[in-house]
């Protein structure tokens, strides 16, 4: 069974760099996408951006000058990086799987809460 | 950016009924749509994609269908686990978006 785990620090001070990494198992993380997506506090769902295990990577243009996708297929681990973080970027982040086809998001992290905040 | 609107944002119904949510994109997507269910403090799970196909595991109380930008979620015995809220996704095009979602309480 795929699982995914994201990780990485809950809190971030305003204009520095959200850093999150989602580690894969039950499965390799080759020959899928894998997204990002957040959920502020009581509000729906944003899909942030995508990359693929060769490193190619789609991002959504509303945050497209902040966001740094990457990928490590040895550690079966990919990652995000999201620049100049304000408090409108508080929310639950993320991780899932793109089934075959891309079709839909089939496995999800459990999420992860990043609050920013001095 | 394709917008998807869900209707309704909140729907109050009773075990045993048979519900619908309806997802409208605002261009074409042909059946790149899926549905999630959430509940709270939980990731979204899938259950339906291709805008018809069942998840595996997915209960067949759940059906999805398309008329032409229109979608629709069908739920033809709500059980009391089903009590959650459901997204609509678009997956045609880049950026992926979401509906804001549908509540479905217990009446």
């Known amino acids: 069974q795929v699982q995914l785990q994201e990780s990485g620090p809950g809190l971030v001070k305003p204009s520095e760099t959200l850093s999150l990494t989602c580690t894969v198992s039950g499965g390799s993380i080759s020959t899928y996408y894998w997204s990002w997506i957040r959920q502020p506090a009581g509000k729906g769902l944003e899909w942030i951006g995508r990359i693929y295990t060769s490193g190619s990577t789609n991002y959504n243009p509303s945050l497209r000058s902040r966001v740094t996708m990457s990928v490590d297929t040895s550690k079966n681990q990919f990652s995000l990086k999201l620049s100049s973080v304000t408090a409108a970027d508080r929310a639950v982040y993320y991780c899932?799987?793109?089934?075959?086809?891309?079709?839909?998001?089939?496995?999800w992290g459990q999420g992860t809460l990043v609050t920013v905040s001095s | 950016d394709i917008q998807m609107t869900q209707s309704p944002s909140t729907l109050s119904a009773s075990v045993g009924d048979r519900v619908t949510i309806t997802c409208r994109a605002s261009q074409s997507i042909s059946t790149w749509l899926a549905w999630y269910q959430q509940k709270p403090g939980k990731a979204p799970k899938l259950l339906i994609y291709?805008?018809?196909t069942l998840e595996s595991g997915v209960p067949s109380r759940f059906s999805g269908s398309r008329s032409g930008t229109e979608f629709t979620l069908t739920i033809s015995s709500l059980q009391p686990e089903d009590f959650a809220t459901y997204y609509c996704q678009q997956l045609n095009s880049y950026p992926y978006t979401f509906g804001q979602g549908t509540k479905l309480e217990i009446k």
């Open positions: 291709k805008a018809s």
């Open positions: 899932a799987r793109s089934n075959y086809g891309d079709y839909a998001f089939d496995y």
